[in-house]
């Protein structure tokens, strides 16, 4: 058997001889491949040296809203630990900026004022993305010139019901009472609110793809809060409403929610390509009740914190799970956090570049 622990030599492992941008794609339509697509949420961040140097001299809102630098950083990880695709540098919250909402970070986001009111819900009009949040898309452009055509690009923007619950002031993952208070009290504004917020964000996708986004994942962290019943009246129509629209125009978009179990029923009537999903499932008997059937996960980012062997012996069981499985890029069940040594990284990316299915 392959010693898993001492590849570093074997050089930037090529099983097979497809681009990155061919293997990521084949992966998003169902096809097996010989080699598994790695990417990871957050692969630009806080655990890395180079993120906190640029970070020394710039707010995350200047890294985010100056294309060079955005474009750095989008392309720093991907460079550094051989990933196979490149999520662009920035965050979900921009959007609510352009309906009036000052937006901080220190450096978790806060929201000012925070939505609380009925008559605030006339603050939600329909822009045009091109107008307010173009550093993204340009962004996209100088992170493709730099990485070159081979290396698939990543858009993405938040899920309506997850800007929602920002909006109504939930922060750390704390304090869904809140959001719950304006849906049950208003909720014709809540439905006009998150209709708005669905219309920018396909639009804002659009114009991520016409940049070179190569796919686009919405991130409804915050769904797994609802009941499966209450998914469907509070997230599932606005998801339903941007995925229609970006098949249409024929963008291959995916989903991320954060404790989905409950969910799986209602995602699997849902028309995206990709689901991924966090790490409290089974990978593989979650496969089953699920349609759409390319998946991507589900390594907990906590384990990452551990020593690289735990690491490397759990992402290799993952890959075992869904060795003859068509349409799979591994991803974790989170974003990386910010304590991750970065060697466990490039441990993870190794193993699954080493791993022949
Ligand atoms: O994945 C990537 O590498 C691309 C960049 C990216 C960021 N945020 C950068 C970021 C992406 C895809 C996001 C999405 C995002 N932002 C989500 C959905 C995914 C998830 O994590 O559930 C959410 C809920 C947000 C909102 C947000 N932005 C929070 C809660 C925080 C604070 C958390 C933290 O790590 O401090 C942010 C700030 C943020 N977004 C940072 C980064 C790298 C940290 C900024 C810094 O300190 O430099």
Redesign the pocket.
């Known amino acids: 058997m392959r010693d898993y622990n001492n590849i570093q030599n074997e050089g930037l492992s090529r099983v097979d001889s497809m681009s990155k941008k061919e293997l990521f794609l084949a992966n998003l339509e169902g096809r097996w491949t010989a080699r598994t697509p790695v990417w990871?949420?957050?692969?630009?961040?806080?655990y890395m040296q180079e993120?906190r140097n640029v970070?020394q001299r710039h707010s995350?809102e200047e890294?985010?809203k100056t294309p060079e630098i955005a474009a750095d950083v989008?392309c720093t990880?991907v460079t550094l630990f051989d990933l196979d695709a490149a999520?662009?540098?920035?965050?979900?919250?921009f959007v609510v900026e352009p309906f009036g909402f000052k937006l901080t970070?220190e450096?978790?986001?806060a929201i000012d004022p925070s939505l609380s009111s009925r008559d605030q819900a006339g603050r939600f009009r329909p822009y045009d993305p091109v107008d307010h949040l173009s550093f993204v898309g340009d962004a996209i452009v100088d992170a493709k010139r730099c990485l070159g055509p081979d290396i698939p690009m990543i858009g993405?923007c938040?899920a309506p019901f997850?800007i929602f619950c920002?909006l109504c002031g939930v922060q750390?993952a704390r304090g869904f009472f809140k959001p719950y208070k304006y849906m049950m009290n208003y909720t014709e504004e809540t439905r006009e609110i998150l209709q708005v917020i669905s219309e920018v964000s396909l639009e804002y996708l659009k114009m991520q793809a016409d940049a070179g986004a190569d796919y686009v994942?919405l991130?409804d962290?915050?769904a797994g809060e609802l009941s499966a019943e209450e998914f469907e009246i509070w997230s599932k129509p606005y998801l339903d409403y941007i995925i229609n629209g970006l098949n249409e125009s024929g963008i291959p978009s995916g989903i991320?929610i954060?404790n989905s179990n409950h969910l799986i029923d209602s995602i699997s009537s849902m028309n995206m390509n990709s689901f991924c999903v966090d790490w409290k499932g089974d990978l593989r008997s979650i496969s089953n009740r699920l349609n759409p059937k390319i998946l991507q996960g589900n390594l907990n980012p906590n384990l990452m914190l551990g020593p690289k062997e735990k690491v490397i012996d759990k992402t290799l069981r993952i890959l075992e799970s869904m060795r003859d499985y068509p349409g799979y890029i591994f991803n974790l069940g989170?974003?990386?956090l910010?304590d991750t040594p970065p060697e466990n990284v490039r441990a993870v990316v190794q193993t699954v570049h080493a791993f022949e299915r």
């Open positions: 990871m949420m957050r692969q630009a961040g806080r993120y970070r995350f890294i985010c989008t990880p999520i662009i540098f920035s965050d979900i919250l970070y450096p978790g986001p993405f938040g997850t920002f750390a994942q991130f962290t915050f991320f954060r989170h974003g990386v910010p």
